[in-house]
T-cell receptor
Framework: NAGVMQNPRHLVRRRGQEARLRCSPM?????VYWYRQLPEEGLKFMVY????????ESGMPKERFSAEFPKEGPSILRIQQVVRGDSAAYFC??????????????FGSGTQLSVL | DAKTTQPPSMDCAEGRAANLPCNHS???????VYWYRQIHSQGPQYIIH???NNETNEMASLIITEDRKSSTLILPHATLRDTAVYYC???????????FGTGTSLTVIP
């Protein structure tokens, strides 16, 4: 009964390095969402993907951030040339169908990114 | 998606009912009300959701006013493990995302 799996759980990077965060949705789920949570703040939507498609990236920073959800394998959130302001918890969620309104999201445990 | 307003914090005595209010005065007819909670730094946990009617499950009850402009999440017998931040969210049937506000930090007191 595996839920949404995120790895790594903790990731430490130096400024300028790349961070790759992985998310495996629940079995049977083909819709993935990424959220970011800065310290002492609520979750902020970043991007919504279906298999091989980005559906809504309205919350993604215009530069350095990208996301993919390939046909095979986990969804990847990639942050290039990380800066200290990227330090945050990144949560992934999945759902089996598109936003019908009556479809709850299941969240992973998150990846805590620390940029030194 | 409509925005929500919640009190920033609440206390509740252990064993008593915790009633968490939420205002969503701009909610549209096709928007559902969802409640999630986040314990410490864990991922958000689904609690309950509804459209018009009151809902109950093993975790909580959701009371939605007739005009749908507000709702209340009820934890019938709060325990220390219910200490968490509770988020009230409204989501359209065409919405691709959940909008998380600042939530209510509930502290259950022994």
């Amino acid at each position: 009964n595996a839920g949404v799996m995120q790895n790594p759980r903790h990731l430490v990077r130096r400024r300028g390095q790349e961070a790759r965060l992985r998310c495996s949705p629940m079995k049977g789920h083909s819709h993935v969402y990424w959220y970011r949570q800065l310290p002492e703040e609520g979750l902020k939507f970043m991007v919504y993907l279906q298999k091989e498609n980005i559906i809504d990236e309205s919350g993604m920073p215009k530069e350095r951030f990208s996301a993919e959800f390939p046909k095979e394998g986990p969804s990847i959130l990639r942050i290039q040339q990380v800066v200290r302001g990227d330090s945050a918890a990144y949560f992934c969620a999945s759902s089996p169908r598109a936003g019908t309104g009556n479809e709850k999201l299941f969240f992973g445990s998150g990846t805590q990114l620390s940029v030194l | 998606d409509a925005k929500t307003t919640q009190p920033p914090s609440m206390d509740c005595a252990e064993g008593r009912a915790a009633n968490l209010p939420c205002n969503h005065s701009t909610i549209s007819g096709n928007e559902y009300v969802y409640w999630y909670r986040q314990i410490h730094s864990q991922g958000p946990q689904y609690i309950i959701h509804g459209l018009k009617n009151n809902e109950t499950n093993e975790m909580a009850s959701l009371i939605i006013t007739e005009d749908r402009k507000s709702s209340t999440l009820i934890l019938p017998h709060a325990t220390l493990r219910d200490t968490a931040v509770y988020y009230c969210i409204v989501r359209a049937n065409t919405g691709n995302q959940f909008y998380f506000g600042t939530g209510t930090s509930l502290t259950v007191i022994p």
